[in-house]
């Protein structure tokens, strides 16, 4: 039990920890980009038959 408080495992929990936000904050930034295009496909696509 005593490997997981080792500095090697912190270590690498604090990696993987820093890395999901990271990757976290990545995903919704990359989203919020796709649905503002595809919004703006959908506004100008009822804008012609609406």
């Not at 090697?8 to 989203?31: K, Q, R, Y």
Request: no cysteine; charged share 20%; glycine share 8%.
């Amino acid at each position: 039990m005593d490997y997981l408080l080792s500095a090697d495992a912190l270590i690498g929990l604090l990696t993987h920890t820093v890395l999901e936000i990271v990757l976290g904050v990545d995903n919704v930034i990359f989203v919020s980009i796709i649905m503002g295009r595809l919004d703006a496909k959908l506004q100008k696509k009822h804008a012609v038959f609406g």
